[in-house]
């Protein structure tokens, strides 16, 4: 068996049609038995499917995903598997531990720092995809291409399109991206660029202490292996994935983070609106 991972720095990228770089695992009796990355130039989802079928690739897993995407790898008969953050080959062996599923098209997320603005790797963090936009514009329901620059308030870049040449793609109003870099693009013009600074609220969230919790160690088999400051994948009340980082850990007690790396961060972000398409 052959799965391939979206990967850019060790990392799941977070945006499957922009993926420049596969890590490609040939599996044997459940085991890693080897790897290779092979370059994609981030040629647009159905190239990407074509390019996964010619290496005979039986499982992708990745981050963001739109519908299209998911269809042309179905169409090539690639099993799915979405919502993957982290490290990929922290990804792979969860895959293969059972522990990692597929949560199904998750739009084009916002890859972090190892994130970028587009998730958990454009600006996204995908909330979750909805049906009736929170909020209204020309732009609300179209297929929009922006590029973007994203920096903490020191200044320091987190991420940039302009840096990877090539904009970022997604449904405004879809619920594809966080919540302020969406709205911010609702009613601008084609060639226009803004400059806009997002809240928590408006982003990734506040830290939720609620969302750090502790397990004993003797009740979840593996915990013994992983270390702190390492991403695992814990499966939440529906069996789907979320990637948690271990905190702290002792003789007896695991403590796991789920909050997304940049919950509590406040963002700014220049944002060109380069295309609008129905």
Known sequence: MKIAVTYENGEVFQ???????FKVYEVKDGKIVSSELIGSDGSGHEALAGLLKERAIDVLICGGIGNGAQAALEENGIELCTGAEGSADEAVEAYLRGELQNTGANCDHHHEEGHSCHSE??????????SEPEFTGKNVGKT?????RGTFNDGTQFDSSYDRGEPLE????????????????ADMEVGE??????????????HDPNAVFSVEIARMPGAERVSVGQRVFLRNAYGQPVPVKVVAK???TITFDANHEMAGRELNFTIELVEVSD
């Open 193 to 206: 660029i803004k400059e806009v600074h997002l809240s928590p609220a408006e982003a990734y969230g506040e």
């Open 170 to 185: 997604f449904v405004c109003g879809a619920g594809q991206m966080i919540r302020g870099f969406d709205a911010a693009v």
């Open 144 to 148: 929009v291409r922006t590029h973007y």
């Open 250 to 252: 002792d003789d007896t």
């Open 15 to 21: 945006h499957f049609g922009h993926t420049e770089t």
């Open 121 to 130: 790797g454009g600006c996204g963090g995908c909330r979750g995809c909805h």
